[in-house]
């Protein structure tokens, strides 16, 4: 079974930035759109960034400017580069994407198992 690996998290620093990484942990056909999402204690899941294959990107707007996100195509993987951090972008952060495996005809949506981010003094 295929899985998404997110790696990159952990304790950083208000005003300090992280680089999550995602990839399928095995070889696939092909990946079409991926994303990332956040989920803090109490609240629902929220979309953080996504982007196209042909590299096409939507930020939530609260965001724009302090995140970024990219891919590596030739790896399948996808960065989510968050810079400025503050308390109240403390979540999990899970990567989204969707896959198409080898031998078959079309593409399944993925969820990684969430990396932790905590911004703390």
């Known amino acids: 079974q295929v899985q998404l690996v997110e790696s990159g998290g952990g304790l950083v620093q208000p005003g300090g930035s992280l680089r999550l990484s995602c990839a399928p942990s095995?070889?696939?056909?092909?990946?079409?759109?991926m994303g990332w999402y956040r989920q803090a204690p109490g609240k629902q899941r929220e979309l953080v960034a996504s982007?196209?294959?042909?590299?096409?990107?939507n930020y939530a707007d609260s965001l724009k400017g302090r995140f970024t996100i990219s891919r590596d195509n030739a790896k399948n993987t996808v960065y989510l580069q968050m810079n400025s951090l503050k308390p109240e972008d403390t979540a999990v952060y899970y990567c989204?994407?969707?896959?198409?495996?080898?031998?078959?005809?079309?593409?399944?949506?993925?969820w990684g198992q969430g990396t932790q981010v905590t911004v703390s003094s």
């Open positions: 982007i196209t294959r042909g590299g096409i990107t």
């Open positions: 989204n994407a969707e896959l198409r495996r080898l031998g078959s005809f079309g593409f399944t949506e993925y």
């Open positions: 095995e070889s696939i056909f092909r990946v079409s759109a």
